[in-house]
């Protein structure tokens, strides 16, 4: 009888955990398209180039992060390799524009 509680309250605390998560992911999923949303009604609307530019870029890296730690589940425990070699990447990826972007100008 002992074990049956025990695996009850282990139950109810994966579908708690289970139900946290899906709420998670649903309201991330809503910030994406409301990002989506605005991006295009920064590109449709007569707004500044200079201005737009750099707003949809902070969006899109927004909705990049949204989507490692949400969607591919780099929150969860034992995805820290993947996650560093995903994070390296992106490292490697801003280091190597940067120094094209300083070669081009200077």
Do not use: C, R
């Amino acid at each position: 009888m002992a074990k049956d509680t025990n695996s009850n309250h282990a139950d109810q605390y994966y579908k708690a955990k289970k139900k946290e998560e899906m709420k998670h992911q649903v309201i991330t999923f809503a910030l994406m398209i409301v990002f989506t949303i605005i991006a295009f009604g920064l590109v449709i609307g007569e707004f500044d180039k200079l201005f737009v530019f750099p707003v949809l870029l902070v969006l899109a890296a927004v909705q990049v992060g949204f989507q490692f730690y949400y969607f591919m589940h780099m929150s969860h425990k034992g995805h820290e390799f993947p996650a560093l070699m995903i994070y390296s990447g992106i490292f490697a990826a801003i280091l190597t524009i940067l120094a094209l972007t300083t070669i081009t100008w200077v």
